[in-house]
Each structure stands twice: as C-alpha cells, then as structure tokens.
C-alpha cells in the first residue's frame, strides 16, 4: 500500500506499505492485506497501523550464497484531512542478517538494523469506493552507508536507500454480496544515492476477498511487477526482471479494529532476489477523531 | 592485502559439465604431466568472442555484495591432444601476498577443438577499496590423461560504471 519504492528496500517496503491498505469508507468492508496502494479515510478519521513481517530467503546466488531473514516492523498513521483525500505517513524497522560465504569459502554474518526511509503518501478518491489516485514519496531518513569488517554493506543490505523515491498509482475497487476486488497500478522512480541508480518499477496488482464466517474474511492476492536493472558504479551485475507473487491470507475485524495476516509465495523473480517466503500480521485501529 | 581467489563455481560451457561425485576420481589426482605449451589462455569472453586478458579486468559485483573478477578458459583441444574427458582445471588469483586459494573443478567432457568456459567467478572481496586498483595475478592449469597446460596473466583490478 504505501508507495514505497524498488525492491532493494523491498521487505521494509512491503511492510509499510501493507499496513497502509486501510479500507474505509470503508471499515464496512474487508480490505486488501498486501496491496501497495492506500484507500481513503474520511474526514476526519485518524487510522494507526503497524505491521510485522520476516522475510525468509535462503540460498542466495553464488559467490555469496546469502542465507538471510529480515525482521521488519513499521508503523503508519493515516489521516483523513480532507474530504476525499487521506493523507499517510510510515516508518519502518528492519533488522537483516545474512550469513554469507567469504573468500575461502568459510561463512560469515552481516547484521544491519535501524530505522529506514520513511514514505508519505496521498491518496484522493476520485470516485468514492471506486477509483483512488495515489501519489507517493520516500524520504531518505534512514542510514544508508552501514558497514562491517568485511566492508560497507551492499546497498540492497541496508535499512536506507539515501535516495528520494516517488511513486504513482491508481487503485479501483469494486464490491459486490459474494467477493470483494481491489485491482491497483502504479509505477515507483528509483532515486539515485551512493553511486547505485535503482531501477524504476511498475506493478500490477489484485487482491480478491469473501467473507468465511462471522468477522473473518479470507484473501487472496498477487503482483506481478517489472523491475528495470539498477544502475550505477555500485549496482550489482545482474538485477532486475519480473516479479510474480501469491499471497493467501486471513483478516479479522472487531470494531474499530482490524488484525490480518498473509504468506507471500514469489513465484518468479529477479536473479538478485531469492525470497522463499515472507509472513506479515498487521494491526490497525481507527479513530472517528469527532468528524 | 594479498588474496588469493577461489573459483567459486566453474560454467561449462559445451558439454565440459562438472562430473558427479565418483565418476572421475582419476582426475582428481592433480598427477604432473607432460607440458603442453600455449594450450590455454586466460582471458575474457566465450567462443568466438574469446580474447586474452588484456592489462585490465572489470570488477563485478555479485548481488549479495561481493566482489569478483570473471575471466574465462579458452583451451586448444587439438594441441592437447587429448580425449578431453574427465579433465581437471585449478584456477587462483594472487593480489600479492601470497595467500593461495586454489579451486579445482573436474569436468566431463570438453569437445571442439577450442573449448572455452563459461565466465568464472573467482571471489576477492567484500571491500571495493581492498581490491580496486590492485594487480591480481591469475594462473590456471589443465590436466587431462598425461599431459598439462598452464596459463598466467597479470591485469589491474577495475570498476567501471
């Protein structure tokens, strides 16, 4: 959900960006859990959401051969300041460590962790409950020149990008008694920072919902996406490519407040990306805030 | 710093595929041969696009942070003068101080009669500034029944863009 930008950040973004989805008009009906594109708050309302994700990604490509898992947690605050327009902020976390092999053969452990770039976003309903326009920005607010003894940490491995990032998109919605649908487009600019030119991203998304049994809905979405190979002096050889995902998942809401949790499943992706899985639960409350 | 590099993973290209465990056990005896003079060259790119290493060799970073160099193997099958199965190849880079990693791979089967390899990835570093600028020495050997070649180049380590 949040505009969050190319896939070097990627288990920090899709966690922000999850918790983002906040379907209200919307608290009336269940809402996209992986999606990357938000939907609108009324006036009025204030939203606080939080997710956690582990990304699991063993057997990296040689000469690494990266065994890693990363920890995220980020945490957004949504607020309806206008009629139509929902206005988002998200920051996240992200603890990475990736055991790799060195010269020799012989394995090592790299741990980067800190607060990463934060995404502000957007989002005005065009035609309510149906069409949403999105606009997005990352901020380089997180570290982005960590190193260890082995040297600085390749920039992909870690918690910032330095680079201001932008992202547009469209989302639309479409409800009915049996399924819900969420169908989103966007496109992410990769900025540039530490001699490495991410590469842009378009992506294309759905997310289909039924309600199972009393406050629990089930899920299932997907993404494919295209990413442009990055750039620059210290953009790895090979990267980029297309991306296919799966992601089953449940949501359950009790009043104002919401708990879901999804399993994305890549069924394709880039060369320079080997993510077996990655889990989330997220949390979210809303606040009427008097409106 | 001197590093010698480890040929993490050697491609074959034609059929010269990495063997399976047992079935080439007389080529991992690394036994001296008889020297073949001029039967490999080290160097960059594959078939018709093969040229000796010339006083450079790009950087490549691999997608997890590491640095390494992807020379490739040309071998003239026809001065070896051998059946080309079950062949033992070492690779090593030396950036000075001596330390040597070597890698060895036993391939099954090369045929033509100039084979050369898919790009090795001989690993250097996590540290761009540890080796960039650096002279790496790169040697590589090539037994095949009773007979031996052996190539050397020298070029500085680059990063370009």
């Known amino acids: 959900m949040v505009p969050t930008m190319h896939d070097r950040q990627e288990p920090v973004r899709r966690a922000l960006t999850a918790i983002l989805v906040l379907a209200i008009p919307a608290l009336a009906r269940a809402t996209p859990i992986t999606l990357e594109a938000p939907l609108v708050l009324e006036a009025g309302q204030v ?4 997710q956690g994700s582990l990304v699991w990604a063993p057997d990296g490509p040689a000469p690494e051969g990266a065994d890693e898992q990363i920890v995220g947690a ?4 949504m607020v309806g300041a206008l009629p139509r327009t929902t206005l988002a902020a998200t920051v996240p976390f992200a603890d990475k460590r990736s055991s790799i092999q060195v010269p020799g053969g012989e394995r090592e452990e790299r741990h980067a962790r800190g607060i990463g770039d934060a995404t502000f976003t957007a989002a005005v309903a065009a035609v309510p409950g149906a069409v949403v326009p999105f606009v997005g920005v990352k901020a380089p607010t997180g570290s982005s020149d960590q190193a260890d003894s082995l040297g600085r940490f390749p920039q992909r491995f870690q918690v910032g990008t330095g680079a201001w990032d932008a992202t547009a998109g469209v989302l639309f919605s479409r409800c009915s008694p049996l399924i819900d649908l969420d169908a989103a487009l966007s496109y992410s600019l990769g900025g540039t920072a530490h001699d490495f030119d991410a590469g842009d991203e378009v992506r294309g ?7 199972l049994a009393g406050p629990l809905v089930g899920a299932l979405e997907t993404r ?17 490519g297309a991306t296919w995902t799966v992601a089953p998942g449940l949501q359950g809401r009790l009043g104002r407040h919401t708990i879901e949790a999804a399993v994305e499943i890549p069924l394709v992706q880039p060369v320079d990306r080997h993510v077996s899985a990655v889990a989330r639960v997220g949390y979210r409350v809303l606040f009427e805030g008097g409106a | 710093v001197r590093l010698a590099l480890l040929l993490l993973c050697v491609g074959c290209a034609g059929s010269g595929e990495p063997m399976p465990p ?3 056990d007389e080529a991992s005896a690394g036994a001296a041969g008889d020297l073949v003079e001029g039967a490999l060259s080290i160097g960059t ?4 696009d093969f040229r000796p290493l010339g006083a450079t060799i790009e950087l490549v970073l691999g997608s997890q942070g590491g640095w390494m160099v992807t020379p490739t193997l040309e071998v003239d099958l026809s001065a070896m003068a051998t059946d080309g199965d079950c062949v033992r190849i070492d690779v090593s880079v030396d950036l000075g101080d001596g330390q040597q990693l070597p890698y060895v791979a036993i391939l099954s089967e090369l045929v033509g009669e100039r084979w050369t390899s898919e790009p090795l990835q001989l690993f250097l570093s996590y540290d761009l500034a540890a080796v960039e600028g650096r002279t790496a020495n790169l040697s590589a050997s090539l037994e095949d029944d009773d007979v031996v070649a052996t190539a050397e180049a020298t070029a500085i380590l680059t990063n370009q863009d």
């Open chain 1, 205 to 211: 998304e759905l997310s289909a919902r039924r309600r």
């Open chain 2, 45 to 48: 790119g594959s078939g018709d």
């Open chain 1, 74 to 77: 980020a945490l957004a605050v």
């Open chain 1, 47 to 50: 939203a606080v959401a939080t």
């Open chain 1, 224 to 240: 494919i996406a295209w990413r442009q190979a990055d750039g620059g002096a210290l953009a790895p050889a090979e990267s980029g």
């Open chain 2, 22 to 24: 047992g079935t080439c």
